[in-house]
């Protein structure tokens, strides 16, 4: 059974940084690309950030670029996303997520809220 569990949420003042870590069971994670993706009050979830399977590509939605990194482990079957010059506008609740044959796995979120 695959299993994301998101962590490392919280509150932050604008400027800040936060790192984001997602923990994975029941699947392959080195064969596995994962992505990040949010979603605010009101607003549909958006792609935040991608990583392949070895680490070697990312990619970005442009609000993120240069402050955001996506990274993982695989040895340790870990994602994470490195969140600096937070903006309130970056408050929302971030999931980790993957695809396997075809179905979309999605952890329960951690809570991202930049607020001074």
């Known amino acids: 059974q695959v299993q994301l569990v998101e962590s490392g949420g919280g509150l932050v003042q604008p400027g800040g940084s936060l790192r984001l870590s997602c923990t994975t069971s029941?699947?392959?994670?080195?064969?596995?690309?994962m992505s990040w993706f949010r979603q605010a009050p009101g607003k549909e979830r958006e792609l935040v950030a991608s990583?392949?399977?070895?680490?070697?590509?990312?990619n970005y939605a442009d609000s993120m670029k240069g402050r955001f990194t996506i990274s993982r482990d695989n040895a340790k079957s870990t994602l994470w996303l490195q969140m600096n010059s937070l903006e309130p506008e970056d408050t929302a609740l971030y999931y980790c997520?993957?695809?396997?044959?075809?179905?979309?796995?999605w952890g329960q979120g951690t809570q991202v809220t930049v607020s001074s």
């Open positions: 997520n993957t695809v396997i044959l075809w179905r979309r796995y």
């Open positions: 029941g699947l392959t994670f080195s064969s596995t690309a």
């Open positions: 990583i392949s399977s070895t680490g070697g590509v990312t």
